[in-house]
């Protein structure tokens, strides 16, 4: 256990565990909004891929990196129209839109990603930001270099979850999303645009999810590679169940599987040589299952999620 | 005056007309994407054409590309019947393909091996389906996001085998060793790949179609996929019903993994399947859920992706157009499933 608490208390781990969480917790969050307001985003997995190409691509063209993330944010922002187009405007089946989104955007994404920069041995790359300290916090031992010696988009996700929890709770627009999330029938009779809300909420977590992304491309990889995002989006859906719909436990959810990601990333390198280190990739994917397991019971989504709204229904 | 309204029934000619209409406006599309790379796109989409369709060559190897699909289609066509939204196709076809490759390499009589082989690599994807399955009855652990998780588990086993035991010592390549040459699928036309599991494909379509349409499995599974209130309301055993469903999906993507081990490649690697757990999806949907329908939709994207190859070649637009085309087919074919819950109808203001 000492092992386990020494190797907590390392500057290089807890930043590990940030840059780690940072991409997730954009994910989750932008999931949340969506299922905040009724509609499942299985399209989460293709956005963030090429999200994560147009704000790579942007970036090497322009040489600007927030060109870049403003590329990512609006392309996540489109493809959550597109998949609020299908499933909110048309009502279609909202897990198969989502797996339609995810063919559609992986396959854009490789496509544009081949036009543009042709076969390369060794994948372009870009110049990516430059750590950010703030002052005096940042020289608190240990926590300091770990948390406040970070890049912008990273302190951007630790505003991002309490700015979604106020947004989510506390301002009228929040409400309306809770209310066409819960009961689409009421919120219309109250004179909330059900339709109008749905496409505002799945396009703000398509933005999100574009800021995932970019995080990936334009900081953690510094390039567009085959398998960037290998799974992330799908574990951020299954985040937003164990963290109950909610900005602050969904954020907690993606740090909990950072620590448990750069856990296995640490003994890894550790020398448990007669371990396969894919065993340890497993881990955070089985830990999931197994935590989704646990907490399902208990968890209550949103009663109107997956299902659409037609005024003239009953 | 143009206006919607609900439909009770649909023409029979439907199940034809909208896959059609769903593929043509998806070529449509994509050739937008054709322009932007430069080329032409008649040009383009006549190579695609004439090397999956063009000779008889090409015709074989476009049913060798089909049948992983044909399994993978059903696989997901018949869990999507009882709204068991299995999306770990993929995963369940690299279990059978491990399986079948085990028992492949064990020496034995051949047709005995072929026997073994398809039994593990079915039991294997069962085994795997039953893991979502089983979170949906007992844990209410939503099916999508479980199935899809566990791709990733199966894919690291399988990279953890192939990097560890299996591992070619010789020439130090993450690749499986080959099966024995007597379990190898025999080739049933001289000169090209046409194997048994092609064969085995094509049949396994009309038995799940009577599965599901004749038999009072196929009738449970109906029910409970359409309303499973009546179906627990009329005796049926719901969970019971939703586990037989997991097993026949699993197993029939499993089937996918053996052929594609016994038939085309022999051995297991990390890229066996590009993807044909997550096209079975999109064959399904082309399909209707018509287990019939599967093996025409298999086609059609078996002769995207090897016309897409020969299409990069010649003209130079990246053969990823094939994926975008599968995502646009499906997108575009739910689309399409709108003109069987509604008509247009117009509405004159005056007699």
């Known amino acids: 256990m000492s092992v386990v608490l020494e190797q907590i208390f390392q500057v290089g781990f807890l930043a590990a565990i940030i840059r780690i969480a940072t991409p997730l917790a954009f994910a989750t969050l932008g999931e949340m909004f969506s299922e905040r307001a009724g509609v499942l985003n299985l399209g989460i997995e293709g956005i963030m891929l090429l999200s994560a190409m147009t704000g790579f691509t942007a970036t090497s063209l322009s040489g600007s990196l927030w060109l870049g993330v403003l590329a990512a944010v609006l392309t996540g922002a489109l493809m959550g129209a597109v998949h609020a187009l299908f499933t909110v405007a048309l009502g279609l089946s909202q897990h198969v839109c989502g797996i339609g989104v995810t063919l559609f955007s992986s396959g854009l994404a490789y496509f544009l990603y081949r036009l543009i920069f042709g076969q390369q041995s060794v994948p372009p790359s870009i110049k990516s930001f430059e750590t950010l300290p703030i002052p005096v916090l940042s020289d608190i031992p240990v926590l300091g270099p770990a948390v406040f010696n970070q890049f912008s988009l990273v302190y951007m996700a630790m505003a991002a979850v309490p700015l979604a929890a106020f947004v989510l709770y506390r301002t009228p627009w929040g409400l309306s999303v809770r209310m066409v999330g819960e009961n689409p029938r009421a919120a219309d009779s109250a004179g909330v645009g059900v339709i109008a809300t749905r496409f505002q909420a799945v396009m703000l977590g398509g933005a999100l999810m574009g800021l995932a992304g970019a995080f990936l491309s334009m900081v953690q990889f510094n390039a567009f590679t085959f398998g960037l995002v290998s799974g992330r989006g799908w574990v951020a859906i299954a985040l937003v169940v164990f963290g109950r719909w909610d900005p602050w436990r969904s954020a907690g959810a993606a740090l909990l599987f950072a620590f448990v990601d750069a856990l296995q990333l640490r003994m890894q390198a550790s020398g448990l040589g007669h371990i396969p280190y894919e065993a340890f990739l497993m881990l955070p994917f089985i830990f999931t299952i197994v935590a989704m397991a646990v907490m399902s019971r208990n968890a209550v989504a949103p009663s109107a999620l997956l299902k659409p709204f037609r005024r003239e229904e009953r | ?351």
């Open chain 2, 1 to 351: 005056m143009i206006r919607l309204e609900a439909r009770t029934s649909t023409p029979g000619w439907f199940n034809l007309a909208l896959p059609l209409l769903a593929i043509g406006a998806t070529l449509v599309l994509c050739s937008g994407l054709i322009a932007l790379a430069g080329a032409g796109i008649v040009e383009a989409y006549g190579v695609m054409f004439s090397a999956s369709l063009g000779d008889s060559y090409a015709i074989t190897e476009t049913l060798v590309r089909a049948t992983p699909m044909i399994f993978t289609g059903l696989a997901v066509a018949v869990a999507f019947r009882a709204k068991f939204w299995n999306i770990g196709a993929e995963g369940q076809l690299l279990a059978g393909a491990v399986a079948s490759c085990a028992v492949g390499a064990i020496p034995m009589p051949g047709p005995l091996a072929m026997l073994l082989m398809a039994l593990a690599g079915a039991a294997a994807g069962a085994a795997v389906a039953l893991v979502p399955a089983t979170l949906r009855v007992k844990f209410r652990v939503d099916d999508v996001v479980s199935s899809l998780l566990l791709n990733s588990v199966i894919f690291y086993a399988l990279m953890a085998l192939i990097e560890g035991p299996w591992k070619d010592s010789f020439s130090g390549y993450p690749i499986s060793p080959p099966i024995e040459d007597s379990a190898n699928f025999p080739v049933l036309l001289e000169g090209t790949r046409l194997h048994l599991g092609v064969v085995a494909a094509f049949l396994a379509a009309p038995v799940i179609w009577f599965l599901i349409a004749r038999t009072t499995l196929g009738f449970r599974i109906r029910v409970v996929g359409e309303n499973p209130e009546a179906a627990r309301y009329g005796g049926i055993h719901v969970e019971r019903v939703l586990i037989s469903t997991a097993l026949l999906s699993g197993a029939l993507a499993g089937l996918a993994g053996v052929g594609e081990v016994g038939g085309v490649h022999f051995q297991v690697m990390s890229d066996i399947s590009p993807g044909y757990g997550y096209s079975g999806i999109v064959v399904a949907m082309l399909a209707r859920l018509n287990p019939l329908g599967v093996v025409p939709a298999a086609l059609f994207l078996a002769a995207v992706m090897t016309g897409a190859e020969a299409m990069s070649r010649a003209t130079g637009v990246p053969a990823f157009l094939s994926d975008v085309i599968q995502g646009t087919a499906l997108l575009a074919m739910l689309v399409a499933l709108l003109f069987t819950a509604y008509r247009v109808r117009r509405v004159g203001t005056a007699r």
